[in-house]
């Protein structure tokens, strides 16, 4: 059973830092394997977007145009966890962050790729 715990979300001003962790268990069974980590988000009345993405057994990543230069996505493999350095929040980063599991060997940043999901970590950024 995949489990992912999502935390380091809050408050921050606009042009400030935050880094979300994510904890991981059970991605890999004797029945399964999960490939690819990534984090989405999902602002109020709209739907949820990709934001990054990174392969578990490799270091290939992938970025939204919309974080690129500002985000960093890193995982430790040896403490199972998946990060998000987040630099010059803005505004519109407003949202709560979900941490994403797949089992696909080639995902692209859609929902529909990703089979399990945490619970999410809310992110807010003022003016």
């Known amino acids: 059973q995949v489990q992912l715990v999502e935390s380091g979300g809050g408050s921050v001003r606009a042009g400030g830092s935050l880094r979300l962790s994510c904890a991981a268990s059970?991605?890999?069974?004797?029945?399964?394997?999960?490939?690819?980590m990534a984090w989405f988000r999902q602002a109020p009345g709209k739907e949820r977007e990709g934001v990054a993405s990174?392969?578990?057994?490799?270091?290939?990543?992938y970025y939204t145009d919309s974080v690129k230069g500002r985000f960093t996505i890193s995982q430790d493999n040896a403490k199972n966890t998946l990060y998000l350095q987040m630099n010059s929040l803005k505004p519109e980063d407003t949202a709560m962050y979900y941490c994403?599991?797949?089992?696909?060997?080639?995902?692209?940043?859609?929902?529909?790729?990703?089979?399990?999901w945490g619970q999410g970590t809310q992110v807010t950024v003022s003016s």
């Open positions: 994403a599991a797949s089992g696909r060997l080639d995902p692209t940043l859609r929902v529909n790729d990703y089979n399990y």
């Open positions: 059970g991605l890999t069974t004797s029945n399964y394997y999960m490939y690819y």
């Open positions: 990174i392969s578990i057994y490799g270091s290939s990543t």
